[in-house]
């Protein structure tokens, strides 16, 4: 094994369905999209595209502290480099995300109850096997090839859901509000990213993330009916947990101490970003993005029968209002 490989020990239950008969239409039909939308990330992707990095990779506008003292006495060239350390970083936890989300499917290939389901799962698979291709390549071979190791709340939501026993439970975590996080993000990168090769990969992973929000939102609801109120219970514990996790404790102190940073200033950077967050114009992105990552959490939640009155109150303590819905977004 090498130095960062970790093993997981699971239970999981492997249906051998033998019975072939289409027996969920909708799910069918999200596995034939996927297969009419494949992309190769060796081919699709111009990786000739020389990357610009004086004019950064991410927007700086997006680096936590920008425009606060401490970034404001960095010389250009040390804002560029901040840049790109801290765009590795970022992009870094998607791809340890990634490289979870293809180990969570390939169990649920294996447990989820039914055939479409199954066919679907094999190819949201290799889907994230190309996610996790296409952002390790541009880490790299455009970004100085510097993969910043996995934070402790990913490492520990990924290890629970792929060390849990149920399948609704991994769909929960990782289809249902995982990738939410992940989309919004993308979404943002898509959109604002200074470097145009990252804009289309971001683009690329998108189109296929929206199938895989799809696949919980079809298979949620019938398995989240029949719950028992101990299992319901559990399931609410982790939705609030695992909310929690990939809302927190993402701050990329690493990328500051890349640059020569010192922990007074980094301190400094880590105060300062929720002042920012609260006041001026340029932190207009991260509002945005906020309230689309709320919006379809809580959008989520409602359609597969998981928000009541007690995950509303989750909900409401963690700072999201469950009254949001993508109609008023
Ligand atoms: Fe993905
Ligand atoms: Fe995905």
């Known amino acids: 094994m090498n130095a960062t490989a970790e093993r997981i020990s699971t239970n999981l239950e492997t249906v051998f369905q033998r019975s072939y008969a289409c027996d969920a239409p909708d799910l069918r039909r999200l596995y034939e999209n996927a297969k009419r939308d494949q992309w ?19 927007a700086d506008e997006l680096i936590d502290g920008y425009g606060t003292e401490a970034l404001a006495r960095l010389a250009r060239k040390d804002l560029a480099r901040l840049n790109l350390e801290f765009s590795s970083w970022r992009l870094s936890q998607l791809l340890h995300g ?18 479409d ?15 996790a291709e296409v952002l390790s390549r541009y880490l790299l071979e455009k970004c100085g090839g510097r993969i910043y190791p996995i934070t402790g709340n990913i490492k520990t939501l990924f290890d629970y859901i792929l060390g849990h026993g149920k399948w609704f439970v991994k769909t929960v975590g990782l289809q249902l509000l995982a990738e939410t996080f992940a989309v919004a993000l993308f979404r943002m990168l898509a959109e604002t990213a200074k470097d145009p090769l990252l804009r289309e990969i971001c ?3 998108l189109a296929d993330e929206s199938r895989h929000m799809g696949f919980s939102v079809l298979s949620l609801p019938e398995a989240i009916a029949s719950l028992n109120a101990g299992d319901m219970r559990e399931l609410e514990e982790f939705t609030r947990e695992a909310i929690q996790l990939v809302l927190t404790g993402q701050f990329p102190a690493e990328a500051y101490e890349a640059v020569g940073m010192s922990a007074a200033e980094i301190a400094s950077v880590k105060r300062a970003r929720k002042e920012v967050a609260r006041g001026r114009d340029y932190a207009m992105f991260r509002k945005l993005f906020k309230r689309e ?32 819905s993508a109609q008023a977004a």
């Open 117 to 131: 389901a199954k066919f679907f799962q094999a190819t949201q698979v290799v889907d994230e096997a190309r996610h």
């Open 293 to 324: 990552m709320h919006t379809t959490v809580v959008t989520n939640l409602r359609k597969v029968g998981l928000l009541n009155e007690r995950t509303s109150a989750m909900l409401r303590e963690i700072g999201i209002d469950p009254s949001l």
């Open 203 to 205: 683009k690329r992973i």
């Open 98 to 115: 990634e490289e979870g989300a293809m180990l969570a499917c390939s169990q649920l290939v294996d447990m989820v109850p039914s055939n």
């Open 40 to 58: 190769n990330a060796a081919r699709d992707i111009d990786w000739t595209a020389p990357v610009d990095y004086e004019a950064g990779i991410f």
